[in-house]
């Protein structure tokens, strides 16, 4: 298994609608493996294909409160249906943040639905489909939007997509070629700093591909997802 680096906004690979997986064979298996190896290092509750350079229809997610159903698990060639409507109110700062891998060390508000259906197929090419709620939810639909070439980000309301648009400009996110290694490089969302007691992670804000830290455009140590 391998870590492999991380693309960032910009590259395109991320901003185009990922192809279906035609084959589960060995080189699936093997990226899959390292889709794994990959989250893990980097903190993350999620990551797509696509978030390590590769076009393709899969994503893997981990998250402890998933209910009756897997709390680890890899979908390929998933469809996602929405059960609950996404709410017309705009998303509480505090409780409705999300963050991404691919838009490291950067939490912006956004609502999502609160119930989901997803369907696919695991690694051994065998039927999947259960419902999901929640924080579960979200990030099942954060990474599902990453096969179709969707970052969160494309998502915010008037308000914050100003602000992403000024992050993007100060970072360079434009161009491809950007990326970063967890383990090698510093952590965007600060896992590897000295913990805060007084502030426990929340196991939801890292990568919805990574929900994580609550607040506003600024980077700080409490959200991702893929």
């Known amino acids: 298994m391998t870590i492999r680096p991380i693309t960032i906004h910009g590259e395109p690979v991320l ?3 990922a192809q279906e997986v035609e084959t589960i064979d ?7 493996a390292d889709m794994f190896e990959t989250q893990d290092a980097a903190h993350g509750v999620g990551l797509a294909a696509p978030q390590i350079g590769v076009g393709l229809r899969i994503f ?16 390929i060639n ?6 609950g409507k996404v709410s017309k109110e705009s998303a509480d700062p505090e409780e409705e943040s999300e963050g991404c891998l691919s838009a490291p060390g950067y939490n912006y508000p956004l609502k999502r639905s609160e119930h989901v259906e997803i369907t696919g197929l695991d690694v ?44 993007v ?15 090698v490089d510093p952590d965007p969302f600060g896992h590897d700093e000295p913990e805060d007691p007084a ?5 939801a804000s890292r ?20």
């Open 78 to 83: 998933p469809r996602l249906r929405l059960i």
């Open 60 to 75: 893997t997610y981990s998250f402890a409160d998933s209910g009756d159903q897997p709390s680890r698990g890899v979908i």
């Open 124 to 167: 051994a090419g065998e039927p999947l489909q259960f419902e999901a709620t929640g924080w579960f939810a979200r990030i099942l639909q954060h990474e599902y939007d990453h096969l179709d070439g969707y970052l969160y980000v494309n998502r915010l309301d008037p308000r914050w997509a100003r602000r992403w648009k000024k992050v």
């Open 15 to 17: 901003h185009r609608r």
């Open 26 to 32: 060995d080189s699936i298996r093997e990226l899959v």
């Open 207 to 226: 990568d919805a591909g990574q929900s994580d830290d609550a607040g506003q455009a600024e980077r700080g140590v409490s959200s991702h997802s893929g």
């Open 169 to 183: 400009k100060k970072e360079g996110w434009n161009q491809p070629g950007l990326t970063w290694l967890p383990g």
């Open 199 to 203: 502030r426990a992670e929340d196991p």
